[in-house]
């Protein structure tokens, strides 16, 4: 006979169950970040995480699709920019303005730059592996960013007809040579980043305000 009490008792099963993947995609988070994708294996992040190699598999199946996760999760951050929920309030320019310094923070780390070399590194050997990151981090964005534009565009306050073409051409401007130059080891330049990102956003109005608002 069922009880009110019988989904209760499954609540912190389900719970246990969520913090022990949320535990393994930080563990794994870490590890590829550090070490890159061959050099990470299943026990180290198993170790890591406090849990079995049988636990992750459970949870995840094989190592390509702990990655995915693992990038997926570094991503989050910059995605949750583009969340039409939780973008400041302001005018399309200051919004505009705080993807493009996100945009700049989020390349810039350190971690992200190796995390990157060594993506590409890999993925002279196995192309799944790059794929893998492009479909779990700057795809994902450049559609949520996409969809971002889009809204604006619907709004009046952008004039937009390609919004993914118009994505790509708002990334490319924000990374400049800024991206190149930090892929090859020179110092993040905070005063040269914000220049790029405030002209990023000038040449993106004159090319897409609405021409009954060009001063939105």
Known sequence: MSTASGPTARKPGR???????????EAAS??????????????QVAADAGVSKVT????????RALFVAAVE???????????????????????LKAIGEA????????????????IAAETEHEPA?????????????KAAFSAFLAHASANGELAIPDPLLAAEQFAALTKGM???????????????????IEG?????????????NPAS
């Not at 719970?15 to 995609?25: E, L, S, T, V």
């Not at 570094?74 to 309030?89: A, I, N």
């Open 129 to 141: 592996i790059g794929r893998a990151f492009l479909e779990a981090g700057p795809w994902r964005m």
């Open 200 to 212: 990023a956003v000038e040449v993106f109005m004159a090319a897409y305000a609405p021409r009954d």
């Open 178 to 196: 800024g991206d190149l130059e930090r892929r090859f080891g020179l110092t993040p330049d905070p005063e040269a980043d914000r220049k790029r």
């Open 73 to 95: 999760l570094e991503c989050e951050k910059m995605r949750g920019h583009f969340s039409l929920e939780d973008m400041p309030s302001g005018s399309i320019r200051s919004r």
């Open 103 to 118: 945009m700049a923070a989020f390349l810039s780390r350190p971690e992200m730059t190796r995390f990157e070399r060594r």
């Open 30 to 43: 870490q590890r590829f970040f550090e070490h890159g994708f061959a050099a990470t294996s299943i026990e």
């Open 56 to 63: 992750i598999y459970n949870h995840f199946g094989d190592k």
């Open 15 to 25: 719970r246990a169950d969520a913090a022990k993947r949320a535990a393994i995609i």
